[in-house]
């Protein structure tokens, strides 16, 4: 059974930083990609970034570049997604999910964590 479970949102003024943890379990993940996505209140769910198991290839939405940073460590099955330079427009659910290729299909995803960025 693949679970995936986010950690490390919580309520920051902007201009701070969170790092967000996902860890992975129930399936070997080479091959695949790690996404972290987000739903704003009243908002489609939107891509954040993604990254390869495999060779850690990345990408990145261009709303984050620049302040955002997405990591793995391969040994703990856990990806990360550091931000920093936070808005209040960064205030979202953030979603970790598991899928074939940095445009999906993602068939697996966390439960969410909350993400507030205060003015």
């Known amino acids: 059974q693949v679970q995936l479970v986010e950690s490390g949102g919580g309520l920051v003024q902007a201009g701070g930083s969170l790092r967000l943890s996902c860890a992975a379990s129930?399936?070997?993940?080479?091959?695949?990609?790690m996404g972290w996505f987000r739903q704003a209140p009243g908002k489609e769910r939107e891509f954040v970034v993604g990254?390869?198991?495999?060779?850690?290839?990345?990408y990145y939405a261009d709303s984050v570049k620049g302040r955002f940073t997405i990591s793995r460590d391969n040994a703990k099955n856990t990806v990360y997604l550091q931000m920093n330079s936070l808005k209040p427009e960064d205030t979202a659910v953030y979603y970790c999910?598991?899928?074939?290729?940095?445009?999906?299909?993602?068939?697996?995803w966390g439960q969410g964590t909350q993400v507030t960025v205060s003015s």
């Open positions: 129930g399936r070997t993940f080479t091959g695949y990609t």
């Open positions: 990254i390869r198991w495999s060779g850690g290839s990345t």
């Open positions: 999910a598991s899928g074939a290729g940095f445009s999906g299909p993602y068939d697996y």
